[in-house]
């Protein structure tokens, strides 16, 4: 099992910014994704960024340019830097852990809301 901890979500302004964190714990293997998806009212839920242990990235294209994504592997957590925000933006961002190395295992975090006002 893993356990996925996110924080950071809240109100912001358009063109403001915010940071996510997800912090991981539990039977972590070593060599892992950790990526963060969103999903609005309505919506299905989509990719925003991942980024692998060894540091490989990979965004959505709606996320080029204004996030970053970034890990520190000693504390197993992982961040999402949004700027520029804008309020297609606003949803519930997940915490997603996953590993494909020796079979196949993902977790979600509960979510955290985010949300950017006009």
């Known amino acids: 099992q893993v356990q996925l901890v996110e924080s950071g979500g809240g109100l912001v302004q358009v063109g403001g910014s915010l940071r996510l964190s997800c912090t991981a714990s539990?039977?972590?293997?070593?060599?892992?994704?950790l990526g963060w998806y969103r999903q609005a009212p309505g919506n299905e839920r989509e990719l925003v960024a991942t980024?692998?242990?060894?540091?490989?990235?990979n965004y959505a294209e709606f996320a080029k340019g204004r996030f970053t994504i970034s890990r520190d592997n000693a504390k197993n957590t992982e961040y999402l830097q949004m700027n520029s925000l804008k309020p297609e933006d606003s949803a519930v961002y997940y915490c997603?852990?996953?590993?494909?190395?020796?079979?196949?295992?993902?977790?979600w975090g509960q979510g955290t809301q985010v949300t950017v006002s006009a």
């Open positions: 997603n852990y996953k590993k494909v190395y020796q079979g196949f295992t993902q977790y």
């Open positions: 980024i692998h242990s060894n540091g490989p990235t």
């Open positions: 539990g039977n972590i293997f070593s060599l892992n994704t």
